[in-house]
């Protein structure tokens, strides 16, 4: 039995029906499922299965050695099937891989919310490869990654035009906080720089008088949803 009809039966589907055609990715059978399913998304979906056959598998065989509620009641009935309808939807290849990741983690965190699923699904679905990149620049492997990268690769014009909309974006999502204070914490700022100052002769000596910048900072939100597709794994450290 191959790896890819060992994950029809496991999800008790007809190896013979349209969708175990489109699963299992019989060529010769894409024309038929493709009167009732575009078959570009029939095909797009074959080569992703086809891809991650080999860890499809490894977790079929885990789920079906160690059957308990879980398995029955939320993975096998809504997770799996989910993860499915993910990868035929998903435009942007690079994302294969984040959403077994988040397959993975849901099953090895016992993850029984479907609103926490598909919160973090419906997120990464909204996000670009590109603007993922950039969210990592704000974790220590990522900016070691960026440092490194500076010294061989000039930044591309057009990465710096799209930075506004990337930074704006990821804050809209609740992933990272751009530090905008109010008038208050401003004032309180000033107030402490203030009562560091050193009094001299020609007035006031700056020790401490600098109002701080906003730092940019990943939430906890975004942090937890860095390790659920397990995002750093699209970080590359450059070698020296």
Do not use: C, W
């Amino acid at each position: 039995m191959d790896n890819l009809t060992s994950l029809t039966n496991f999800l008790g589907i007809d190896s013979d029906s349209a969708l175990g055609i489109s699963i299992e990715g019989a060529v010769d059978q894409i024309p038929l499922v493709g009167k009732i399913l575009n078959s570009l998304k029939i095909r797009a979906l074959q080569q992703k299965i086809k891809y991650l056959e080999l860890r499809i598998q490894r977790l079929s065989d885990t789920l079906m050695e160690r059957p308990d509620d879980f398995v029955g009641e939320f993975f096998k009935a809504r997770a799996f099937p989910f993860m499915l309808d993910q990868l035929l939807e998903e435009q942007q290849e690079e994302k294969t891989d984040l959403i077994m990741n988040g397959i993975e983690y849901i099953y090895e965190q016992r993850i029984t919310e479907e609103n926490k699923m598909l919160i973090h699904f419906d997120i990464l679905k909204e996000l670009r490869v590109t603007e993922i990149k950039h969210l990592l620049t704000y974790t220590s492997e990522g900016r070691e990654a960026e440092r490194r990268k500076s010294k061989f690769e000039e930044v591309p014009e057009s990465d710096l035009k799209y930075y506004d909309y990337i930074e704006n974006h990821l804050e809209k999502l609740g992933l990272i906080d751009n530090g905008v204070r109010s008038s208050s914490e401003v004032q309180q700022d000033v107030f402490s720089a203030l009562s560091n100052a050193l009094p001299t002769k020609g007035g006031m000596k700056g020790r401490g008088l600098r109002i701080s910048a906003p730092q940019t900072i990943i939430t906890p939100f975004g942090r937890e949803f860095i390790q659920f597709f397990e995002l750093k794994s699209l970080i590359q450290i450059p070698a020296n």
